[in-house]
């Protein structure tokens, strides 16, 4: 049986079974203890032969009828104290026919003391036998009990009834959502993205399908990405194969092989570039298990990258400026922070104006190491900074890589940073750009 539905129905439907079978054997065996010998009625009948034959002994007819209306009132059945011969002691009557009353049919359980249950028309009459310390037998007449479990049968299905619509109410309950979930599972691998479940519940049903709802907004997130990398990279890579193409068939036809050459190898340098900056994003988001993790004296580190930058500020007319407050060591993957760094510091020099510092610092803030790298350039439009370190993105919508790079200096730096669980931010200066960096210490593993 495959259906969730189908399997709480019929374990419902089970244990609604195996309760009123259960209930009828407790409420027969309950009647048996209750009525048997040594249950309640054997010993207020006792109790009750007991008081009567006091009160005839202690004050006569006249005690003993008020003691019998008592008895009668209270527990609405009829008692009667009777000498051997059957004759009734509070009226005279003779009660001897009652002495010998045959049982009409079986009855279910013994009734203790009694040692005959019989009918006198529509009453059971019992017949308590006398004993050698009382000359006295006692006599209880009373409406018939209805000790059939076949008369209760309507109302066991009326319970039966309300607890199969219970029952089914669960099943609808558990099922439907579940077959909700699955319909929406099957939507999204046949490519519908958008697919949610957006359940109310707060159970663990209302759990699962907002796991699934999380998964599938990751993984719209990736492919969206995904899709939108391709395109970027199609876009970027058009125009140096373009330029190639070019550059080859004129070194096939030019007069100056050398000139020709020489944009060949330019226009391959750019792809290679290019590639090779792919490759950087592609392993800042590679196996975790991969990475070279060493410890690394973070003032050093940044002095060597600065050290690594210095030549190229120089070419521009700026310099790289690095102020440390405190000796800190963070745990990590030196090549990929180096990486990430370099692009950052390189990323500032490209913008920064002629004769301006770029600001390298580093500090510490609770448990987080703090870098920060300023220039003293144009900055970025406040619209603009949310995206700057997305693949591919630059500030100049020409796309021309001889005024940005490619735009993946940023996108590999942040990259690196979130998979050392960092976080990169940026905003203006005023002037120029400044880019933090938060580096967690505590868990730097």
């Known amino acids: 049986m495959r259906s969730v539905y189908a399997k709480v129905l019929l374990w419902c439907f089970g244990t609604l079974v195996f309760s009123l079978v259960a209930f009828a054997v407790i409420s027969a065996a309950a009647q048996v203890r209750a009525f048997g010998h040594g249950g309640p009625f054997e010993k207020v009948s006792t109790w009750q032969m007991q008081e009567a034959r006091e009160a005839y002994e202690s004050g006569?007819?006249?005690?003993?009828?008020?003691?019998?209306?008592?008895?009668?009132?209270?527990?609405?059945v009829d008692h009667h104290l009777v000498d051997t011969s059957g004759r009734d002691i509070a009226t005279g009557e003779d009660r001897s026919a009652w002495l010998t009353v045959k049982q009409a049919r079986p009855l279910p359980w013994p009734f203790g003391m009694f040692s005959s249950v019989g009918h006198r028309g529509e009453q059971h009459v019992m017949v308590a036998p006398a004993s050698a310390s009382s000359p006295y037998r006692w006599i209880v007449v009373a409406q018939p009990m209805n000790n059939d479990p076949w008369n209760f049968l309507p109302y066991y299905l009326l319970v039966f009834v309300a607890i199969a619509l219970l029952c089914w109410l669960l099943a609808v309950n558990l099922a439907t959502p579940l077959r909700a979930l699955t319909r929406t599972v099957d939507r999204f691998g046949r490519g519908d993205l958008s697919a949610r479940v957006h359940s109310p519940r707060r159970d663990?049903?209302?759990?699962?399908?907002?796991?699934?709802d999380d998964m599938a907004e990751r993984m719209e997130t990736l492919l969206t990405a995904e899709r939108r990398l391709l395109q970027d990279i199609s876009h970027e890579?058009?125009?140096?194969?373009?330029?190639?193409?070019?550059?080859?068939?004129?070194?096939?036809?030019?007069?100056?092989?050398?000139?020709?050459?020489?944009?060949?190898?330019?226009?391959i340098g750019r792809l290679t570039d290019l590639v090779g900056a792919l490759l950087q994003v592609t392993r800042?988001?590679?196996?975790?298990?991969?990475?070279?993790l060493t410890d690394l004296?973070?003032?050093?580190?940044?002095?060597?990258?600065?050290?690594?930058?210095a030549v190229e500020a120089e070419a521009r007319g700026c310099r790289v400026n690095l102020e440390t407050s405190a000796s800190l060591h963070f745990r990590g993957d030196r090549e990929l922070l180096r990486r990430a760094m370099e692009?950052?510091?390189?990323?500032?020099?490209?913008?920064?104006p002629e004769g301006t510092p770029i600001e390298v610092k580093l500090s510490s803030e609770h448990d987080d190491a703090e870098i920060s790298v300023r220039d003293y350039g144009?900055?970025?439009?406040?619209?603009?900074?949310?995206?700057?370190?997305?693949?591919?993105?630059?500030?100049?919508?020409?796309?021309?890589s001889s005024t940005g790079g490619?735009?993946?200096?940023?996108?590999?730096a942040h990259r690196a940073v979130t998979v050392h669980h960092g976080t990169m931010t940026a905003k203006n200066a005023g002037p120029g750009l400044l880019v933090q960096i938060e580096l967690p210490l505590h868990s730097s593993q």
Request: hydrophobic share 40%; net charge neutral; charged share 30%.
């Open 60 to 76: 006569g007819v006249p005690k003993l009828k008020a003691y019998l209306d008592r008895v009668d009132q209270h527990f609405q």
């Open 204 to 212: 663990e049903i209302g759990n699962l399908g907002r796991a699934f």
């Open 237 to 267: 890579l058009r125009t140096p194969l373009a330029r190639l193409s070019f550059a080859a068939e004129l070194s096939r036809t030019a007069e100056d092989r050398n000139a020709a050459t020489a944009r060949l190898k330019k226009e």
């Open 284 to 292: 800042a988001e590679g196996d975790p298990s991969s990475r070279n």
């Open 297 to 309: 004296p973070l003032d050093d580190f940044l002095r060597e990258v600065v050290d690594d930058c």
């Open 343 to 352: 692009n950052i510091v390189r990323n500032a020099i490209r913008y920064a």
């Open 378 to 400: 144009p900055g970025v439009p406040e619209a603009e900074l949310p995206k700057i370190f997305k693949p591919f993105f630059r500030v100049d919508e020409s796309r021309d």
């Open 406 to 412: 490619v735009g993946l200096g940023l996108a590999i």
